[in-house]
């Protein structure tokens, strides 16, 4: 078994900091590494979340169940399955008032099968290196997340087809965020396609977005995190534009 703890202090609120951990579906419009998450299944305060991230400019995802206690400041989580050949990997984020600011600790537990102590050390030591990292940003980020907030402007836009759902969901694969240099792209199930610009540009912190097929119909979202004194209301009317442009040239339309 292998236990790794990982600390910081962040000048920041515990419940601002808190929820930029528990709010998985708004992280990627904040955190880089991150490219989508959904939440699979929420019963009795456990939550089973897969979440995509980038890893060396591929993408991976993962499962994990989670119960966050808003109350606590309190996130405990288990990977579902563990990254082989791990049986299995667990931990817990905490969050403590700490004078004015805010006293973070990551734990995680991970477990092998005998015979797999060397590659479960390699996961470890990934670990180990990748988690300070994560949670400088996090610091860095829980002192300006008020004005990241404030400049998030997001628009979505339904549009219905007569195509089949295979066909629309080709176009969208071929279409606008194909380009593999400017866009990191998860296919998930049901037909739905979530992106993230790999650089959103200097007017931006980050562009993301999904779109989402049913039997004749496309909801297509898009949101950006602006730069400082960008005029919001043009941002949003642009990515409103753009998702409009985009979707006219689907088959069935």
């Known amino acids: 078994m292998i236990e790794l703890s990982h600390e910081t202090t962040v000048e920041a609120a515990p419940d601002a900091v808190y929820e930029l951990i528990a709010d998985v579906v708004a992280a990627p419009r904040y955190f880089p590494p991150h490219l989508h998450a959904e939440i699979l299944a929420a019963e ?141 792209r998860a296919c998930l199930p049901e037909h739905t396609l979530a992106y993230k610009a790999r650089k959103a540009g200097e007017d931006a912190h980050s562009l993301t977005g999904t779109y989402r097929l049913t039997d004749g119909t496309v909801i297509a979202t898009r949101a950006a995190v602006l730069a400082d004194g960008a005029d919001l209301e043009a941002a949003r009317a642009s990515l409103a534009d753009d998702l409009d442009r985009e979707l006219a040239s689907l088959p069935g339309r």
């Open 44 to 184: 009795g305060g456990r939550d089973l979340v897969e979440r995509w991230v980038l890893d060396g400019g591929s993408v991976r995802s993962w499962r994990f169940h989670r119960e966050a206690d808003e109350a606590a400041r309190r996130i405990v989580f288990e990977h579902a399955p563990p990254r082989p050949p791990l049986s299995r990997l667990r931990g817990e984020w905490t969050f403590e008032e700490k004078g004015s600011g805010t006293f973070v600790r990551v734990r995680h537990t991970l477990e092998a099968p005998a015979g797999a102590a060397a590659a479960a050390g390699r996961i470890g030591a990934d670990l180990d290196g990748k988690v300070p990292m994560q949670l400088r940003h996090l610091a860095k980020l829980a002192a300006g997340i008020e004005g990241l907030r404030t400049r998030t402007v997001g628009c979505t836009v339904e549009v219905r087809t007569d195509a089949p759902r295979p066909a629309v969901y080709a176009a969208l694969l071929d279409g606008a965020t194909s380009d593999a240099g400017i866009w990191a």
